[in-house]
């Protein structure tokens, strides 16, 4: 059955917003290495990095009528999460959709399949990851739905799941977790200011983490080339 | 047998300019979503649009010899569109036989395969679609043919043909239709435009496309998310 | 058994800045068109030309700890090739080891897998050619060496031989042909600084080059297209 | 947090096996065209066709430990179900592995990455669909979960999931629905049979199916080919 | 416009089981190694061999619906090639169709996607070579059109043109030069059999073809390999 | 510089039968997980398990004419390695080089490329370990070398290395450390043997291996699965 779920919860503003200023990379470590998307979402311009609340969308192949459907489901601060229901690299989404969305206060598109339009999405500075750029057409015949669990980029997503993206990729935090994980970034990025500024200075990392003992127990040998023959 | 076929028939120059100036994704859609090559084939720098009368050349894999030879039979406004007899991704392109094409008025290059120089050929602003970036050299040994009907990026693409590449891709108009295509996408940009301002103002596709009767025919469902537990 | 190796050899640094001037396409065509690594191995942002002497890493699957542990091995001058034991697409290197490299010295990183915090790596102008941008996170379990032979993106690199990226991909010359290396660079570039004022004048190759002869000698058959039907 | 959950519960005997009957493209159908995983995923030998509960298995990349934590966790009629956080293509299972899981009456694995000694697994008959064969070793290093919600092949398993595989695939039926979509694979497997036997006798799809009237409201034309020039 | 072309023509029935009879790699060679497609195209079982008719399909992306009006087109002796307009690797044909076609007397499938019930297909006999198997469903929403060109596999199909396939993969005489081609074959596997019983009875081709010279020539050297250090 | 390099060393005929014994997976990890080659090299047919004396030959892209030159320096026990110096899926070898090389006591072939005629090189019994199957023509017009290092699959082999390939794949053992790697693989098998007896009485890995200590040190959690709601 098909549906279109309505009104999901969502996660604190603020919460959502402190997540986007740690970016992908400080978020899959503060959270235990988890939630990241495949590698294969690239965004379309370099520079973006945004969070905000999922709503899902379920696509049939090379059929982008549902994303038309989930407009209407989306509030300020939301992010598009599309993902077809059998691997496509048609382009199911561009600018004029672009416009719609952002005229509804949306964020970003995550899409596991083509985009186009990119010249003018990157004009209204509207910022999508995708699996590639595509101007292949879609139609507009074959149900989905809206707000329920889909995978995209091999990755788990549920509705109202805070997506955070930059030019890292996209990583996944799951709502009820966000708070926690915001207050691990916290913790994680001050731990690294102080590491950043010895290892500028040019301490060693082997030093500053006191690795040389364990190294050498695993029983890492070291030795001089042999001379240049 | 290898053929070189001199003066092949191009399009009018202001119909191929027209096309550019709408881009890969109108005409694409224009002409019955039919015509556009893969995604592979990307371009190597951002923000190009160019249209222009395809000079096809069938090279043997790893040989780029053939290009050499299909220069002589390039006129200003072409495009070179190049396409291996076996799948390959050495470069078999760089910024001298730019720099030659665009002594003559060539418009820029299609290759199912690699390309180099690229810096160079951003540089003198000679836009490149490819497969990939690869300084592999090729060798001059086997003979090919220029102006034969190819496949490039899993499209056919006959001599004449009009092509389109932007942003979003390459897409192939065949000559004898690039007059139609061209009114199609004059209408269709006008739609698009009214409909443009009304998503911006806020209005969504559901409505503009009156969408709602046929989704509740087909079965789609709205509900309340489950309240948060 | 896993080793570090101390002290190897390097090239002399004028050898190694003489071949960074030339750039990928011309140093991999005066070696007889060898050393270039797969073109899987893309800059993570555009415009880097360097060259220097590799420190390499052979890393087990996901765990950056060696990384760690070469940094102590590197010199001013020095670029790091990272090789995993097995293919991956994880996040193995972000800013925090840039930094750590730059501080001494070292010129940029070539890895066969995946690298993160790329915003920040551009924004202190630190290059890296990689398989994939990922931020997925790697451990610090399994021991590695430094500086012994690795294939990376396809071809061998030696601790020691010189290591030139740009934007066509990544070549590697080794050590001891290095100044033969130079010396033909220059050579070619002479050649063809004066074929390039010729082929802007609107020569075209096939006259400069002398072809015509070998390509009518091998069959190659010219016709006029048939008349437009 | 990395947890092993005992007990999960499994469907009925009866209804698993009587899924297994059917085979992967018939309860792919019958439960909507869904719960199907990426064909990426073969069987390592032809003829196979069985049908279990899963336990799952979430393992570090290239690391096979938690495969053996879960061995214990499996009962007779079970399937292995294994997925690794980061993309890899290790050899994660081998003879030994399929012997001791045989001992405990388990059915096969599904694994999103590689296994090995395919020719001891193929003589005592233990299936496995894998993405690819490889001998590439893996460690015990690195804590994973077994019985924990996976995405493995880009599809979500959740342990208990009843995992139908044969030559066509892998596809899973979320457990509550189990003996609903037993139902109707059962009565599809019925209309077939009648289809059947009017097809092999020389009826058409159109006529069986009464498609032709819609392929001519929808505009399909009709015409002969131009005569052989 | 969407079309069915009926009646097209078809090359000599002798002529194309004589093409049938030497198989895909002689057929290629004897053409000039032109016709081949892809190798991403498998047999889903060894051993078949078969030669026939092209009876084209283009069908929208995961949309089989004008694999059901080919059939009706179809004779015997026919080969159906089916390409879909955009990359997918759904499962677009089964065991019912398979039988439908068979009761027709066509004699195999090559498909730029997937198929599924390959269990069945094969205890059938009826022969496929597809990019994959999936059971993924398709739906019957989008026409296409039957017996216009389509490129499959990277390489363009006219209906009527000679399809022969084998393990080897699938290759494509057009129908004016069949006849010649199958004259070519008949003289190369002559001189091929004489070659054969030289080199099973250890003559070099290196003395059967006369290399040394030319190798000599081009400048080839043969030194002992360095004593064993 | 193209060289043949002649009577490379081999090592003992015995010690490359006793590996022959063990198989791929045994092999690679005797040595400590290295030498494997990529699973990209599949055998075109299921069963043969063989080991010889690499005979290397480096490749031009689709020009197989060093093959000819390289069955001249093949002895009884050997096994050709080819590499292409730049990637390729053409068909480089097919029967008639098999005959050739069978003549003389060659026992099979590891190419990181195309390989055709299957269905013979299967009939005369001549396994063949390839990236693909095509029956793509090439060309013999580029001199490449003989017995010098080549990179095929991601592994370096050089000439007289031992070459171990079953179904698992191909592995690769330095010709100095064949004897030392056969004893650790007797050790290996034998501690095997037992583990094996064990597992099919039912024991379990966690047990034979003593893993439940390290793993709750690392912090396992066990708990029941929550009651089925």
């Known amino acids: 059955m098909n549906v279109v779920y309505r009104n999901t919860p969502r996660a604190a503003a603020a919460t959502v917003d402190g997540l986007?200023?740690?970016g992908v990379a400080t978020v899959h470590e503060?959270?235990?290495?988890?939630?990241?998307?495949?590698?294969s979402l690239r965004p379309i311009y370099a520079g973006a990095r945004i969070a905000g609340s999922a709503v899902t969308v379920s696509v049939a192949p090379c059929d982008n009528w549902m994303?038309?459907?989930a407009v209407e489901q989306c509030s300020p601060g939301d992010i598009l999460v599309v993902a077809p229901t059998s691997v496509s690299d048609a382009g199911y989404f561009g600018e004029l959709l672009g416009s719609s969305l952002q005229a509804r206060g949306v964020r970003g598109l995550?899409?596991?399949?083509?985009?186009r339009d990119v010249r003018d999405?990157?004009?209204?500075a509207f910022p999508v990851w995708s699996k590639c750029v595509s101007a292949q057409g879609t139609v507009k015949e074959t149900l989905g739905s809206v707000n329920i669990p889909v995978v995209c980029g091999g990755g788990l997503v549920n509705p109202g799941d805070i997506v955070i993206a930059?030019?890292?990729g996209v990583c996944?935090?799951?709502?009820?977790?966000?708070e926690a994980t915001l207050a691990k970034c916290t913790a994680?990025?001050?731990k690294e200011a102080t590491v950043r500024i010895r290892l500028k200075a040019g301490e060693l990392g082997l030093d500053i983490y006191s690795m040389r003992e364990r190294l050498a127990e695993r029983g890492l040998v070291y030795r001089d080339a042999p001379p240049d023959a």
Chains 1, 2, 3, 4, 5, 6 share one sequence.
């Open 20 to 22: 986007a200023a740690f």
């Open 166 to 168: 930059d030019d890292d």
């Open 121 to 124: 999405l990157t004009a209204i």
């Open 172 to 178: 996944i935090v799951p709502r009820r977790e966000a």
């Open 188 to 190: 994680r990025e001050e």
């Open 67 to 69: 994303i038309h459907v």
């Open 110 to 115: 995550i899409i596991d399949a083509g985009v």
């Open 30 to 39: 503060a959270q235990g290495r988890t939630g990241l998307l495949a590698p």
